[in-house]
């Protein structure tokens, strides 16, 4: 009966959720010892941290949890809390050395477009003559690779330890998907998506760089929330299309780093209109003014808006980004723009770090 119960216990705590984070204190780790003895449970935790709210909230909550179990009469939850090992305040960039500035590439939802924007967003950057380097952040779903026609190994200096991002069309990159199998997936759960997600910025040996973009998944889980807390970003540029569902989801996104103080540094509004080869004609197929709406109730600059595009597409799918392919085509050109407005507000307003 009680490993009977100590499974229900470990299946309620499993609903309690770390303050701040998607993932519950089970999956972390955080329950060491569970003791039952009639009607009373006693719950063993260990914690890291230096913020006093943590444990109490994770104390009433677990609490709560057991206590909805039928024939639960009385709960104990005690949490060993220890300090957090002293390490250099992370400010500005100084986390990544050399990099001047770290700006993400975000939306609320999949499917808009963002690492399409993201690639080429780095590669205009470097055409208007700035050092630049890409991170691919969606760990579950990567595709610098493929956009960048890349299927290279990044190997790590025996040396320093630091690992070496691929080079491509002048950029430094780093993607999950430069070291998986063709097709295979990334299994991985919170903790090891932490991992992989601090050592693509911190470990990667990515020089002196002017802008280092991080292309995000979509969403805001715990791949957004460690970057958020653990790199000072210089700001974020959202990623959305005109229709409401779309920018639902990218309302989520502007909010989560409005409470974390990024500054959003601008919308874009990928695939805003379809103009027909044939006879110029064009087509809202998504409607229209979203993007300008959602900007203009921000405060921020809309930075472009895109059309969808077929040699945008296409471009992508062989490897190699349309503002690298074909610098005349109508869609690189704006992409040259925003990279140039980008640069602009930046180092004319914002002080480099």
Not at 148 to 159: H, K, L, V, W
Not at 162 to 185: C, K, T, V, W
Not at 232 to 260: C, N
Request: charged letters at 20%; one cysteine or more; proline letters at 6%.
């Amino acid at each position: 009966m009680s490993n009977l119960l100590e499974a229900q216990i470990r299946a309620q705590l499993a609903t309690v959720r770390y303050p701040g984070f998607s993932r519950d204190i089970i999956s972390f780790g955080l329950v060491k010892d569970i003791r039952i003895e009639a009607g009373t449970v006693m719950v063993q935790m260990n914690l890291t941290t230096a913020d006093v709210k943590v444990p109490q909230k994770i104390k009433e909550d677990s609490e709560a949890a057991i206590l909805a179990i039928p024939g639960v009469e009385k709960v104990t939850v005690r949490i060993d809390i220890h300090a957090p090992a002293q390490t250099t305040p992370v400010s500005a960039a100084s986390s990544i050395p050399g990099v001047k500035h770290v700006i993400a590439v975000a939306s609320g939802k999949g499917g808009v477009g963002k690492s399409t924007v993201a690639a080429n967003l780095a590669v205009a950057l470097e055409h208007s003559g700035a050092s630049v380097g890409l991170c691919d952040c969606d760990l579950y779903g990567p595709s610098v690779g493929l956009m960048f026609g890349s299927n290279e190994r990044p190997y790590a200096d025996t040396e320093t330890g630091h690992i070496q991002p691929i080079e491509r069309y002048g950029l430094r990159l780093m993607s999950m998907g430069f070291l998986l199998e063709d097709g295979a997936p990334a299994v991985l759960r919170g903790p090891m998506v932490t991992k992989y997600t601090q050592q693509f910025l911190r470990q990667v040996d990515w020089g002196d760089l002017d802008y280092l973009i991080l292309d995000l998944p979509p969403g805001t889980g715990d791949i957004q929330l460690t970057i958020v807390q653990t790199v000072a970003l210089t700001g974020a540029l959202i990623v959305t299309t005109p229709q409401e569902v779309a920018l639902i989801d990218a309302r989520k996104a502007v909010s989560m780093f409005q409470k974390v103080n990024v500054p959003v540094l601008g919308i874009i509004e990928n695939m805003s209109y379809f103009q027909c080869p044939s006879d110029g004609k064009r087509y809202d197929i998504f409607g229209s003014g979203g993007g300008q709406s959602e900007a203009d109730r921000l405060g921020v600059k809309l930075l472009g808006q895109l059309p969808i595009d077929i040699p945008t597409r296409e471009a992508g799918d062989r490897g190699l980004p349309v503002t690298a392919a074909d610098r005349a085509n109508p869609v690189s050109e704006q992409f040259e723009k925003i990279a140039q407005t980008l640069r602009h507000g930046l180092e004319t307003v914002a002080p480099a770090v």
